[in-house]
């Protein structure tokens, strides 16, 4: 979709976590997933910083300092938020945090629940780091558009909320730049008193 440019532009780093996407064994489909729903999602210019990286808590660690360092206000990940053994991307997010969110994995462990009971074995977190936000979302294309963007029923009502609704307003609370979200596909939730006019129609 075409972004609109008098909004201010964002960088969105976006990571995909899998030892065997990244030594080519598959195709990664995580990236691909995140690039499309934010395009959707979000008025503003993005610059997308992605990063294909396998399951090592050093290297994912690593890989989040630099792209909050490089200027992302949020920072996407998926894969790795299980309990198998090289399942360690909630460890390498913790271990750069300076504020948890947990409210975040909460959210998308209530998604996760009404399909499937094994949703109880999910990690995700979410974290500040400067004023970045850093959330880790599921590994499947199905799953990181639930959780972002959450639940409707055949009428069109919303059902359960997708935690990108609370996104905008969080990274205005850390000083990133102001997310204009596409109501018709993602309405983000903020007080009347941060809220900035945008045409009703766009």
Known sequence: MNADPSLEPVRIGIVSISDRASSGTYEDKGL????????????????????LI????ARISQTLIELVDAGCSLVLTTGGTGPAVRDVTPEATLAVAHKEMPGFGEQMRQISLRFVP????????????????IINLPGQPKSITETLGGLKDAQGATLVDGIFAAVPYCIDLIGGPYLQTRDAFCNAFRPKTAQRPYPANA
Do not use: K, M
């Not at 396998?54 to 808590?57: A, G, K, R």
């Open 54 to 57: 396998p399951d090592e808590q």
């Open 32 to 51: 691909p997933a995140l690039r499309e729903w934010l395009e959707q999602a979000l008025h503003n210019p993005l610059q997308f910083e992605a990063r």
């Open 118 to 133: 094994t949703a109880i074995l999910s990690r995700q977190v979410a974290v500040i780091r400067g004023q970045s936000l």
